[in-house]
């Protein structure tokens, strides 16, 4: 029979694959409460949690790094266009392109 926080744990797995930040702010003290409140429990149930929780950090990590690549490619854009260039040794430079102002239409 599948504990508290095994529910909370497949909660918290459904959150990350569907992007829903904010059930995961919610959910996250929840997790600490019951892990912190934890009866002493069989291999078998102890070994379940663990694959979960391993289960999660992989999943959290990974949605850690597509946030990131998100961020990155938004401050590109935002930044307008730049050309990447390398010199005879391999050292990266980033050549600003002159800014075109588009007209706005509202």
Known sequence: MPTALETLLDQTRDAVLAGDFAALADLAPQVE???????????????RLQQKAARNAQLLQAATRGIRAAQDRLEEICNGPTLTTYDARGKRAAIALPSVVLPRRF
């Open 33 to 47: 409460a019951e892990a912190g409140d934890l009866p002493r429990l069989d291999a078998a149930a102890a070994r």
